[in-house]
């Protein structure tokens, strides 16, 4: 049954995509955001796969980033930014004024182009995430620990210095361990902002592992502005320029068959 | 192309020598508090209180406005900080939603600053006559409190506006609201902040006379609770090095002596202290 919500969305679309098997969570409509008079995203259009890697790729400042950040919303720190048009996520509009903000950025995990570890030890990381989920008994806290650090693959390397402060870890460490805290708010979406351009070769690799991992279960939405990257790991690719999105499909057919003019050269130069 | 060199030689030579003034002054002024207050400190003169008054006694020593000094630095530097901090973090942490009212925010926070520090002895002064009170430690608290508050809110807020906003993000991102933000990772990531705008903020607390002149009232005692006058080192200085008598005069450089040795303490310890906590701090 779909919520009123979701009914405002185009059936057809919904059909077509679950005849085929596929399952969407996310859906913008007719979305336009102004960045004090500059418009920064025109007329956005766009379906987010439940479960997968949905790709958004795109020159720097094209505004990959920011249609992230409407997700969950923290384009709310930016007074300047003003959003017209429509999110819908689970029977509710992301960008209704008076929806649970708290509650929806719990659904939402973050993964940040640089690591921010919270001050505190390494576990204290873990368990500020915990907290908000209101697990406050020690040792269930100790166990779900265990188990993301265990998910995000960085548990080997720091089972035996939990109490060491965040910050001494590496910076491709300190990625690993704001996944794994991202994901202890049991996230329905892993919205990832070009999460390895900060890191050298080894730890995007890793991070790169762990998302291939992670779409069997979350929706995941990547930024990214690699081209190899996207064609690693997408299985939906948004081609965005200057605040639009000028193709989009899946990677079988966009990466091979381009039909916008820009985005073909873009292909060619990225290779 | 000559004139260049000699352009650059003159305007070198000018900020040189104006610079050479400053710190002879800086150095004439200690030079000159050491030169008479050295001799009259003694174990006596810091550790008793004066005797037969503190204007005409030749007997006894300035700790009574040692310990009145501390009593109300410490005093108010406490109550400021229990007043800027949450104004600081809800300046970091819902005010951003609002930029014009958080410049206007930080526009009277630094005319505040600015206000001569006699304005706030006489609105002490008349606060203290509304409610009924004498001069007393407590009003004095008071009014040196709301005098270094202003200093304290725009130390932290300076030093909030270094935390990478990121930080923010990321908790935000787990769901936590706004001001649990300011007051779990925000306050811990600004410590050395804190601990700069304390010390700075007891400082100018210590060693400010005007505010105090009306309210903190003088005594030769040690006050006992905080409805009693109390001395303060600055006005020791005020009232004895008017003093015919040289020993009382002597007193006043002692005062002056012990003061700026205070001062010169804390600003010291501030830097060191503020250094080796952002050696601890995340990025």
């Known amino acids: 049954m779909s919520t009123p919500a979701e009914q405002l969305i185009d059936e057809a679309i919904i059909q077509k995509d679950e005849a085929k098997g596929l399952h969407n969570l996310i859906y913008v409509k007719d979305l336009n955001l102004y960045y004090g008079k500059s418009q920064a995203l025109k007329n956005i259009e766009l379906n987010v796969r439940d479960k997968g890697i949905t790709v958004l790729l795109g020159p720097s400042g094209c505004g990959k980033t920011t249609l992230l950040k409407t997700f969950n919303r923290l384009t709310d720190l930016y007074p300047d930014i003003r959003t017209k048009g429509s999110i819908y996520f689970q029977g509710e509009n992301i960008l209704d004024k008076n929806i649970d903000v708290y ?93 390895t351009s900060a890191l050298d070769p080894i730890s995007s690799g890793k991070i790169e592992e762990q998302l291939m991992e992670l779409r069997k279960e979350y929706s995941v939405v990547l930024v990214t502005h690699l081209l190899r990257q996207a064609k690693r790991l997408a299985d939906y690719v948004v081609f965005m320029y200057y605040g639009e999105i000028l193709e989009k499909g899946r990677p079988q057919v966009v990466f091979n068959e381009p039909k916008n003019a820009i985005f073909k050269e873009y292909l060619e130069v990225g290779h | 192309m000559k004139k260049k060199y000699l352009e650059e030689k003159i305007a070198k030579g000018i900020l040189g020598a104006l610079t050479a003034i400053i710190v002879l002054a800086l150095f004439s002024l200690l030079g000159t508090i050491v030169w008479k207050g050295a001799p009259s400190i003694s174990w006596e003169i810091l550790s008793q209180v004066p005797k037969g008054g503190y204007y005409f006694g030749k007997e006894g020593g300035i700790l009574n406005a040692i310990v009145g000094s501390a009593y109300l630095a410490i005093g108010a530097a406490i109550l400021a900080v229990l007043i800027s901090l949450p104004v600081a973090l809800y300046m970091h942490t819902h005010l951003p939603c609002h930029p014009r009212f958080l410049e206007k925010i930080r526009l009277m926070l630094d005319v505040l600053w600015g206000v ?28 040196v409190a709301l005098l270094i508050s202003p200093i304290m809110i725009r130390a932290l807020d300076e030093s909030l506006k270094h935390v990478n906003v990121g930080l923010t993000e990321a908790a935000l991102s787990l769901g936590y609201f706004r001001g649990e933000i300011g007051y779990k990772f925000l306050l811990r990531q600004t410590m050395p902040g804190v601990a700069t705008a304390f010390l700075l903020a007891l400082g ?68 060191l202290i503020s250094r080796h906590l952002s050696k601890n701090r995340i990025q």
């Not at chain 1, 915990?130 to 697990?135: A, D, F, H, N, Q």
């Not at chain 2, 600055?234 to 002056?256: C, D, H, N, T, W």
């Open chain 2, 204 to 271: 100018k607390g210590i060693g400010d006379t005007a505010s105090v002149l009306f309210t903190a009232g003088y005594t030769d005692y040690i006050p006992e609770s905080l409805a009693e006058p109390a001395a303060t080192l600055p006005l020791a200085v005020f009232f004895q090095l008017s003093s015919p008598i040289p020993e009382v005069k002597g007193r006043a450089y002692a005062a002056a002596l012990v003061l700026t040795v205070i001062i010169l303490v804390i600003s010291i310890s501030s830097r």
């Open chain 2, 116 to 143: 001569p520090p006699i304005v706030y002895g006489a609105f002490g002064f008349n606060l203290m006559l509304l409610v009924g009170w004498q001069s007393s430690l407590l009003a004095a608290i008071i009014t």
């Open chain 1, 103 to 195: 509650a929806l950025r719990q659904k939402m995990g973050l993964l940040s182009q640089r690591p921010y570890p919270l001050p505190g030890t390494i576990a204290d990381n873990i368990k500020y995430a915990l907290k908000v989920r209101g697990i406050t008994n020690k040792t269930e806290q100790a166990d779900l620990t265990e188990h993301y650090l265990k998910k995000a693959a960085i548990w080997e390397e720091v089972k035996d210095r939990l109490k060491q402060p965040a910050g001494r870890l590496s910076i491709g460490q300190q990625q690993r361990l704001c996944l794994a805290r991202g994901l202890s708010i049991e996230p329905r979406v892993i919205l990832a902002d070009e999460p």
